[in-house]
């Protein structure tokens, strides 16, 4: 039989529980999809509150990193929706609220590299299997369906990065993305 506490703590509604309050419910959370789940949009709607400060929003933001990094560490089979709601909160709050090159998460570089790390193929490989896309088996319309997901920052983020070799690479998945499936 639960406890008073234990129902009192079910019925709260998560979206008003502080950011340490949440935190160690991520931390408990370990292994749970759902309640990371609930924990990674519960911060991250946090992050997106412009009634916060900007470093309390960033905060709420780590938060909902951590939560989405734990679904990560404890996914089977394919991590693309995870990562993909890596790059677009990491996008978010370069561009909201600012890039900063001394943390990672918040470094246009350091996304950038993340970002051709998690893709499998090569935008000329993308693009000649994006060309008849309709008679390839699922599973290679869904490795397409995936790049496109894991790039789909990619126009914004250029904006942030210096010309060079790795500009260079994610310029060339924005003109694939767009022949994607």
């Known amino acids: 039989m639960s406890s008073d506490a234990d129902r009192e703590d079910l ?78 909160l990491r996008m978010w709050v370069i561009d909201k609220l600012g890039p900063d090159d001394t943390d990672p998460d918040w470094s246009p570089g350091a996304l950038a590299v993340d970002t051709l790390d998690a893709l499998a193929i090569t935008p000329a490989q993308a693009a000649a299997l994006a060309d008849g896309w309709r008679d390839l088996a699922i599973e290679q319309i869904r490795q397409l369906r995936w790049h496109k997901n894991l790039t789909a920052h990619l126009e914004t983020l250029l904006g942030y990065l210096a010309p060079g070799r790795t500009h260079d690479q994610l310029l060339a998945w924005t003109s694939t993305r767009r022949l994607l499936p």
């Open 11 to 88: 019925g709260r509604d998560p979206s008003t529980w502080t950011l340490d309050r949440l935190q160690t419910f991520i931390q408990n959370a370990r292994g749970q999809q759902l309640e990371l789940e609930t924990a990674r949009v519960v911060a991250r709607e946090h992050a997106y509150d412009s009634a916060h400060p900007p470093e309390a929003r960033r905060q709420w933001a780590k938060l909902s990193l951590l939560a989405n990094r734990l679904m990560l560490a404890d996914c089977e089979g394919p991590l693309t929706r995870v990562t993909q709601q890596d790059f677009m």
